[in-house]
């Protein structure tokens, strides 16, 4: 059994960056890749970046290609979503899963409770 926790959420303005954090605990090695999702208001949840367990295999949305970086921390078990050139439309709650390979919505095992995560003039 994993428990995961984000940190790092906030008010930015546009433009700005945040930096995510994902904390697991527990059973360890039940997984084989941490994702990062949001979720809008009125949106469904959507898979914006994974990174398999070996750090090797990474994969983004093409909404945030070029301006988020996920990483894995020194500890085996943190990960890191760095976001930068924030626009309005990244606006939502962010949630930090393991699971399955290559983070399918539907095989991630273990969630976050979410960070807020706002940017707005």
């Known amino acids: 059994q994993l428990h995961v926790v984000e940190s790092g959420g906030g008010l930015v303005q546009p433009g700005g960056s945040l930096t995510l954090s994902c904390v697991a605990s527990g059973s360890t090695s039940d997984y084989a890749s941490i994702g990062w999702f949001r979720q809008a208001p009125g949106k469904e949840r959507e898979r914006i970046s994974c990174?398999?367990?070996?750090?090797?295999?990474?994969h983004y949305a093409a909404s945030v290609n070029g301006r988020f970086n996920i990483s894995r921390g020194n500890a085996e078990n943190t990960t890191y979503l760095q976001m930068n050139e924030l626009k309005p439309e990244d606006t939502a709650v962010y949630y930090c899963?393991?699971?399955?390979?290559?983070?399918?919505?539907?095989?991630?095992?273990?969630w976050g409770k979410g960070t807020l995560v706002t940017v707005s003039s």
């Open positions: 990174i398999s367990r070996s750090g090797r295999n990474i």
């Open positions: 899963a393991l699971g399955n390979p290559n983070c399918p919505l539907q095989g991630m095992n273990y």
